[in-house]
């Protein structure tokens, strides 16, 4: 049986990581990464407010839900989303985190707005998650355009101001 690697980000050998990384996806689709230097505090901090979050009550969790947003940021009940081709909507509620842009960035048009809930710490807390979680893909991502025998920093342009997405899933 073939298992999937558990790959450290702390390797000091950015080629040897592309390798590891790039042999993963192309096997397996996606990798496992430990060591990524994540503060474990700020981590933890995450998973309690996580928690608080989602043990609000229904309407208080609902202030948070925009259907013009779609599900892109802010919440998302439990029994909304469906996977594609499924018949049955799945188990889940979310909250969606993304990218700050300033109202004056050429990108606030087509970069919506993130939905902050009435948790102390929460905006604070998931903004740095946000940056740190976001400079951890772009090593990542940095280690792949090696693999690919590209510039260590070829996806740079297209991630920089880019539209990702943090989801707590509950």
Do not use: C
């Not at 503060?39 to 609000?56: G, N, R």
């Not at 469906?82 to 700050?100: C, P, Q, S, T």
């Not at 991502?141 to 989801?167: M, Q, V």
């Amino acid at each position: 049986m073939t298992h999937m690697p558990v790959i450290s980000l702390r390797s000091g050998d950015a080629d040897a990581l592309g390798q590891q990384l790039g042999s993963s996806f192309q096997t397996y689709g996606f990798a496992a990464v430990v060591d990524h230097g994540l503060d474990p505090d700020l981590v933890a901090k995450a998973w309690a407010l996580t928690k608080q979050l989602f043990e609000q009550s229904e309407p208080e969790k609902m202030k948070g839900f925009d259907t013009a947003l779609a599900g892109q940021r802010g919440y998302t009940p439990f029994k909304t989303e469906i996977a594609k081709g499924a018949d049955y909507h799945d188990l889940k509620e979310f909250w969606h985190v993304g990218r700050d842009v300033a109202p004056d960035s050429p990108l606030a048009g087509s970069m919506l707005p993130n939905i902050w809930p009435d948790v102390p710490e929460f905006k604070e807390t998931f903004q740095l998650l946000f940056a740190e979680m976001d400079k951890v893909g772009a090593r990542i991502l940095s280690s792949i355009a090696r693999y690919l025998d590209l510039p260590a920093d070829w996806f740079d342009p297209t991630i920089e101001d880019g539209n990702s997405i943090l989801r707590l899933l509950h």
